[in-house]
C-alpha cells in the first residue's frame, strides 16, 4: 500500500506540475522587464509555446522587475544568447506568462543567466486604453462637426455650402451633357469622326517623323544617327569652348578688350573723344558745325561750287579765252 501510494502521490505531482519535472531537473534562469503587469510567482513559462517551467520569484532591480523562473533542463539547448522573452498571456483576462523563443544556434545561457528580453507584446489592458482613447477622439470629432467646425462640420451645418454643392453638381451634370450632344471642342472631339480621324492622322504624321529620324533621315536624324555629324557638332562645340578659354584668359584683341582695363581704358576714352566731337558739332562750334547748323554758310559754299562748276564749263567751251600761253625769247 505504502508503494501504491508513492506511485499516486508522482503520478499526481508530475500532472499537477504539467511536464515541468522535478525540481533536480530544472535549472534556473532570469530575464529583466520594465513592466510585468500580470506576472507572479506560479504564471508558465513556455518555450516556442510549449510549457517547460515556471516562475519563481519578481523582484525590483532598480526601476525594473527581475524574474526568476525554473525551466526543464531538456530545453537547456533551445534557450540560448540568440533566445528573447517577452511577457506574454495565458487568457484575455491578463493572466501573464513568460514566452521564451526557441534558438539552437546561439550559445546555452548557464544557470542564473539573464535571456535577453524582447519587445513587449501588447497586452489587453493596452489595447483597452488605445480603443479608449480612439472613442475619446471619434466624440471629439462628431462634437466638432456638430458645432460646424471643420470642413465636414460646415458641410453638415451650413446650408451655403450644401447650396453651392447642389450648383456645382448641377453645373457638372450640365457639361456632361453638353459634351454628349457634341457641343464645345470636348464634345466634337467625342463624338465628331472627322476631329477624331484629323487627330489619328496627325498621329501618323508624328510617327512617320518619328520613323524617319530614327532611320537617320533629315539634319535631326542625321544628328541621332549619324556619328561623322556628331563629331562634327562635337568639333565646333569643343572650337567654342577652346575661343571662350581664350577670351577668358585674354589672348587675342577680343580677349584682351575683356581682360585688359588698359585697352578697355583707352577705348572708353576715344569713345568719349567722340562724344564730346558729336556734341561741340550739334553745338554749332568750329568750321564743320557752323556747317552743320548755318544754313547762311552752306548756301554761300553751295553757290560757289556752283560758281566753280560754270567757270570750268566755260573754259571747256572756249579754252582761248581765258588759256592765252606767250613764249618770248631774248
Given at each position: 500500500?505504502?508503494?501504491?501510494a508513492i506511485v499516486i502521490a508522482a503520478i499526481?505531482?508530475?500532472?499537477?506540475?504539467?511536464?515541468?519535472?522535478?525540481?533536480w531537473q530544472r535549472y534556473k534562469l532570469k530575464?529583466?522587464?520594465?513592466?510585468?503587469?500580470?506576472?507572479?510567482?506560479?504564471?508558465?513559462?513556455?518555450?516556442?509555446?510549449?510549457?517547460?517551467?515556471?516562475?519563481?520569484?519578481?523582484?525590483?532591480?532598480?526601476?525594473?522587475?527581475?524574474?526568476?523562473?525554473?525551466?526543464?533542463?531538456?530545453?537547456?539547448?533551445?534557450?540560448?544568447?540568440?533566445?528573447?522573452?517577452?511577457?506574454?498571456?495565458?487568457?484575455?483576462?491578463?493572466?501573464?506568462?513568460?514566452?521564451?523563443?526557441?534558438?539552437?544556434?546561439?550559445?546555452?545561457?548557464?544557470?542564473?543567466?539573464?535571456?535577453?528580453?524582447?519587445?513587449?507584446?501588447?497586452?489587453?489592458?493596452?489595447?483597452?486604453?488605445?480603443?479608449?482613447?480612439?472613442?475619446?477622439?471619434?466624440?471629439?470629432?462628431?462634437?466638432?462637426?456638430?458645432?460646424?467646425?471643420?470642413?465636414?462640420?460646415?458641410?453638415?451645418?451650413?446650408?451655403?455650402?450644401?447650396?453651392?454643392?447642389?450648383?456645382?453638381?448641377?453645373?457638372?451634370?450640365?457639361?456632361?451633357?453638353?459634351?454628349?450632344?457634341?457641343?464645345?471642342?470636348?464634345?466634337?472631339?467625342?463624338?465628331?469622326?472627322?476631329?477624331?480621324?484629323?487627330?489619328?492622322?496627325?498621329?501618323?504624321?508624328?510617327?512617320?517623323?518619328?520613323?524617319?529620324?530614327?532611320?537617320?533621315?533629315?539634319?535631326?536624324?542625321?544628328?541621332?544617327?549619324?556619328?561623322?555629324?556628331?563629331?562634327?557638332?562635337?568639333?565646333?562645340?569643343?572650337?567654342?569652348?577652346?575661343?571662350?578659354?581664350r577670351l577668358n584668359k585674354g589672348q587675342g584683341?577680343?580677349?584682351?578688350?575683356?581682360?585688359?582695363?588698359?585697352?578697355?581704358?583707352?577705348?572708353?576714352?576715344?569713345?568719349?573723344?567722340?562724344?564730346?566731337?558729336?556734341?561741340?558739332?550739334?553745338?554749332?562750334?568750329?568750321?564743320?558745325?557752323?556747317?552743320?547748323?548755318?544754313?547762311?554758310?552752306?548756301?554761300?559754299?553751295?553757290?560757289?561750287?556752283?560758281?566753280?562748276?560754270?567757270?570750268?564749263?566755260?573754259?571747256?567751251?572756249?579754252?582761248?579765252?581765258?588759256?592765252?600761253?606767250?613764249?618770248?625769247?631774248?
Amino acid at each position: 500500500m505504502t508503494i501504491a501510494a508513492i506511485v499516486i502521490a508522482a503520478i499526481t505531482i508530475v500532472s499537477v506540475m504539467g511536464g515541468r519535472g522535478f525540481f533536480w531537473q530544472r535549472y534556473k534562469l532570469k530575464t529583466r522587464f520594465s513592466n510585468v503587469a500580470g506576472l507572479k510567482s506560479g504564471s508558465p513559462v513556455r518555450v516556442a509555446g510549449m510549457e517547460v517551467g515556471s516562475v519563481t520569484g519578481v523582484v525590483f532591480s532598480g526601476d525594473q522587475v527581475d524574474v526568476v523562473f525554473e525551466v526543464n533542463k531538456d530545453v537547456r539547448p533551445r534557450v540560448t544568447t540568440n533566445s528573447t522573452a517577452v511577457l506574454g498571456s495565458v487568457s484575455l483576462l491578463g493572466l501573464g506568462a513568460i514566452d521564451i523563443t526557441a534558438a539552437s544556434s546561439g550559445t546555452p545561457i548557464p544557470d542564473w543567466g539573464y535571456v535577453p528580453a524582447g519587445k513587449t507584446a501588447a497586452v489587453l489592458a493596452d489595447v483597452t486604453t488605445q480603443a479608449s482613447e480612439g472613442i475619446g477622439e471619434i466624440t471629439g470629432l462628431i462634437k466638432d462637426m456638430r458645432s460646424g467646425r471643420g470642413t465636414a462640420g460646415k458641410f453638415m451645418t451650413d446650408d451655403r455650402l450644401y447650396t453651392d454643392l447642389q450648383k456645382f453638381i448641377a453645373a457638372a451634370g450640365d457639361v456632361t451633357r453638353t459634351i454628349r450632344s457634341g457641343r464645345g471642342t470636348m464634345g466634337k472631339l467625342l463624338n465628331d469622326p472627322k476631329i477624331a480621324n484629323s487627330l489619328e492622322g496627325s498621329l501618323t504624321n508624328l510617327e512617320t517623323m518619328t520613323r524617319r529620324i530614327n532611320a537617320g533621315e533629315g539634319s535631326l536624324g542625321k544628328l541621332i544617327n549619324d556619328d561623322a555629324f556628331a563629331a562634327s557638332v562635337t568639333g565646333a562645340t569643343d572650337n567654342l569652348r577652346t575661343l571662350t578659354d581664350r577670351l577668358n584668359k585674354g589672348q587675342g584683341t577680343a580677349g584682351k578688350l575683356m581682360t585688359d582695363p588698359a585697352l578697355f581704358n583707352q577705348l572708353k576714352s576715344l569713345a568719349d573723344r567722340l562724344d564730346l566731337l558729336a556734341k561741340r558739332l550739334n553745338d554749332g562750334e568750329g568750321t564743320l558745325g557752323q556747317l552743320l547748323k548755318d544754313r547762311q554758310l552752306y548756301e554761300n559754299m553751295n553757290g560757289a561750287v556752283n560758281d566753280v562748276r560754270s567757270l570750268i564749263a566755260e573754259i571747256k567751251k572756249d579754252p582761248k579765252r581765258y588759256l592765252n600761253v606767250r613764249i618770248s625769247i631774248f
